[in-house]
């Protein structure tokens, strides 16, 4: 996730606006920092790696002369934090500046291509397509507008793109697919930006691209057009009542919630994800002779249901281990053959870091998931893979829990395929489950959100809470308790449902809340057992279930119905949804703030 702005001013310097603008979207992206300006025929830049302050504290951002200009502030996909990968990107002549916020799917095929017809690149980047491929359409005599059209329909992927030339400096086209992109609508300029707080100080009056829309902006006016067929779009301004700290939230009251909303996005990003790293680690995971999947916190909960996804289909053993205990439990076993797959959001807590350390010194080959290019993570990793989250500020994990999940399963996939232990039909199906995963997380929130708040109110004042699933749902058991009771602090007990009966029955008692993970899996039928026994010690029982499970919605005072059939690798994924819109709907019942929970960081560096 990047943030993207635009600026076309009919009286000012776009520069010290698009700095400013660019502060404003610096919790989207942090790792580099760049402006391009048009002036007298001549496009500007200065960009570098680093926060936004410390760039322009070394190049001043605001000495650039022109009244148009686009900028950009980077969360690193393609390429590291590096000063060359830094947006605006230009062509061979550089004539042509672009900031792109999302992934090109087939940026590889178009850089050969472009490589092919002489074009010079010169970043890591997917984006720097973009200016080559406009180049060459401009080549053709196509105007600017028509030229960034016809790039649009060569790539494949997701952008919020802005794209100035120095042969057209009397406009700034911007267009949209899938990433956000707003119009701001001032009196003596036009912006577009990632998001509203960037042009909020400056003007209220906002429109919406849409998918698929290109936009054209001047310091009077904008034309808004629809890639496909040329068509004009009419769209009413709207106004924004926003204050500027709602707007950072687009509106939610707190960024989980906001994160929450962002995981239909967030897990279409890990479809997108690059097949030669993927395939580079399943061959690693496939030749491995023993495995570790090594992780804290949430990320541990995506290690342990990695472990059953790995098992299941791709029949392979794969151990997860608590990053802090890994030393003590497997230290002396780690050897040459070992592999580790450590799992970490931020790439930087220190328990992993130290586990990953450890098994490297013994020979162990390292590999990494993680949300943070540049992290530590990324640089001790033999092979490693981004999951394309974008930053997540709320304490609590939650889109960036579901992505590492997509992004396991389909680990776990690529090494079934190479071992060919999953038939053709039952592979064919998860794929295409994979595919849909989105919508389904998409519905999920949708039809689940209203009785979320609903049950919070009944469940706000219970003093604890169990949490109990069989096989691949005890990892969504235990991530639901993790997240009820890091932002609630609400003391809550996860088991293996199996397990319950060999102690932790023994606290329940009546009305004592106990949440079960039903999906339509292999521990269906037994589930049920252990849903039986909880009632008959009077247990208020809130179920899980796939649509259409009468049975257990019968037996539960309480359900979540998951749209949607899934194959049980993938459950967890959405499963764990509406127990996350449980635990933020608790939190806010009891007036916590759920973004900031006592006690806790984002990221633990210490040990
Ligand atoms: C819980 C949470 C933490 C992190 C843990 C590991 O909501 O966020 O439990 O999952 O601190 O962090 P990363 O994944 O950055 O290593």
Redesign the pocket.
Known sequence: MCGIFGCIARNAKAAPIIHAALKRLEYRGYDSVGIATIHKGKIYIKKDSGKIDDVHKLLNLDDMPGSLGIGHTRWATHGAPYQANAHPHTDCKGEIAVVHNGIIENFSELRNELEDLGHKFKSKTDTEVIPHLIEENMKKSLGLVESVREALKAVRGSYAIAVISSREPDKIVCARMESPLILGIGENAVYCASDVPAFLPLTNKAVVLENEEIAIIRPDGYEIRRITDWSLVERKLETIEWTAEMAEKQGYPHFMLKEIHEQPQCLRNTLRLQDKYLDLMATFLDRAQEIFLV?????YHACLAASYMFSKIAYLAAHPVIASEFIEQEGMAVNINSTILA???????AD?LEAVEYARLRAATILGLTNVVGSTLTRISRVYVVQQSGPEIG???TK?FTSQLSVLAQLALRVAKIRGKVGHRQMEEIEKKMMEIPDIVERTIKENEEKAKKVAKKLKDKKIFFFLGRGISSATAMEAR??LM?ITYIPAIAYPAGESKHGPISLIEPGLPVVFICPRDETRKTIVGNIMEMKARGAMIISVIEKGDEEIKKLSDEYFEIPGSLPEILSPIAFIIPLQLLAYYIAVEKGLDPDKPRNLA???TVK
Do not use: N, R, Y
């Open positions: 992780a804290a916190g949430t990320s799992v970490s959001q931020s790439g930087e807590t992993t304490v609590a994990a960036t993790l997240k890091e984002k990221s633990v």
